[in-house]
Structure formats: C-alpha cells, structure tokens
C-alpha cells in the first residue's frame, strides 16, 4: 500500500464536533490528497497539498480544510462535524506528472 | 457535470471469458487516464494507465484501450479471474497530471463467476 497510513480507520462522532483525520506516508511524494467515497459518486477530490504549507481546494471542499506542516503528514480536519459528511475518506500520494496515485486503506467515518 | 462516466454499476462474466469495462469522458482536456481496482474495506489500487498520445497500451492481463475521438476508453481483462471481482474506477486527468489530481468515474462493479 505504497507506505500510506491512514488514522483512525474508524470514528464515529457527534454532529457539531471537530474531526480530525491523518494521513501518514514514508515515500517522500510532493502531493497529498484526500478523496472521499459515497455511494453513486465515486471518489471525489476534497483538498490537495503540492508541498510543505501548500493546499488547494478540490472539487467538495466546503466543511473541511487541510493542513501540511511537514512532507510526511496531510491532515484533514472537519471543523464542525455534520451528517452529510458520514463517508469513507481515502488519502492518496503521488508524484504528480503522469504518475498514479497510491491509496490508503481509509477512514470509515460516521457522523451520527 | 459528471466529467467521467462508467455508464454500467455492475458487470458478470464466466470465469476463462473476456471483461471490458468502458468509461467515457467529456473534457477534451484530459491526457491521462487510469484504471483502479477496489476491493471492500481497502483503497483503490491502480492497474494500468495511458496517455493520450497511445491508443493501446498492456500489462499482462489487462489492456487498455483509448479512442480519443470518441472522448471512449475501456479495460480489457482476459483471461476473467474470480480474484478479479471488485469495483473497477476509471480515472483521468489534465495536462498530463502536473498537479496529480485525478477525476473518477462512479465505478463499475465486476463479478467474476467460477
């Protein structure tokens, strides 16, 4: 799995409260990013990050922002937590030009 | 706007026969394109990829397949296999990724009959 670790791989949690899920890897790869995965939608972008402090915002990234502090380490917060975002969130790695990405094995979140 | 389409949720084949899976797309923009496998509880796992200056490109069981005029491309898999049985994303990009991020399609789940 390409050197990605995802934390927790489970969470559950209350609507209104801050989430905060990591993304780990040990492969050294410029980009992060973090996918979410509904059913009848596919894996839609969220956020990105192109290097150490640098994020862009993906195709559903309202609720959620990112941060990149260090090459290793993309971390997604929810801010206020709310149904809607009850997902499967997967981190990706890559190098970027006509490189795949690789995938963790995701977070099952669940907002109740 | 959906920019990726796998137009078939689901697929089964015998087991020994031919699997094609087809995605269409609409943004004349893309030039990379990709195909991940995902099995229940894990990430998605990539398979093969082309860019859009080949129509054909191979990995041993899997080939896929790019007509750019028709905006269409598929993943071949022969022989089908049962272990081939998951959900099948097709994926692109623009300006050759240089920023990485991909669009996927919805998915198409395979099943492969013993």
């Known amino acids: 799995d390409a050197g990605i670790t995802q934390s927790p791989r489970h969470k559950v949690t209350e609507t209104g409260t801050p989430v905060t899920l990591r993304c780990h890897q040990t492969?050294?790869?410029?980009?992060m990013y973090w996918y979410r995965q509904d059913p009848g939608h596919g894996l839609r972008l969220i956020h990105y990050?192109?290097?150490?402090?640098?994020?862009d915002k993906g195709e559903v990234s309202d609720g959620y922002s990112v941060s990149r502090s260090k090459t290793e380490d993309f971390l997604l917060t929810l801010e206020s937590a709310t149904s809607s975002q009850t997902s499967v969130y997967f981190c990706?790695?890559?190098?970027?030009?006509?490189?795949?990405?690789?995938f963790g094995n995701g977070t099952r979140l669940t907002v109740t | 706007d959906q920019q990726v389409k796998q137009n078939s949720p689901s697929l089964s084949v015998q087991e020994g026969r031919i699997s094609i899976l087809n995605c269409d797309y609409t943004?004349?923009?893309?030039?990379?394109f990709l195909w991940y496998k995902k099995y229940p509880a894990e990430g998605p796992t990539f398979l093969i990829s082309?860019?859009?200056?080949?129509d054909k490109n191979e990995d041993g069981r899997f080939t896929v397949f790019l007509n750019k005029s028709a905006k269409h491309l598929s993943l071949h898999i022969v022989p089908s296999q049962p272990g081939d049985s998951a959900v099948y994303f097709c994926?692109?990009?623009?300006?050759?990724?240089?920023?990485?991020?991909?669009?996927f399609g919805k998915g198409t789940k395979l099943s492969v009959k013993p």
């Open positions: 990706a790695i890559g190098r970027g030009l006509n490189s795949p990405l690789h």
């Open positions: 492969e050294n790869h410029r980009y």
């Open positions: 990050s192109y290097g150490v402090k640098d994020t």
């Open positions: 943004n004349s923009m893309f030039d990379y």
């Open positions: 082309i860019s859009s200056i080949k």
């Open positions: 994926a692109a990009s623009a300006q050759g990724g240089s920023q990485g991020n991909l669009i």
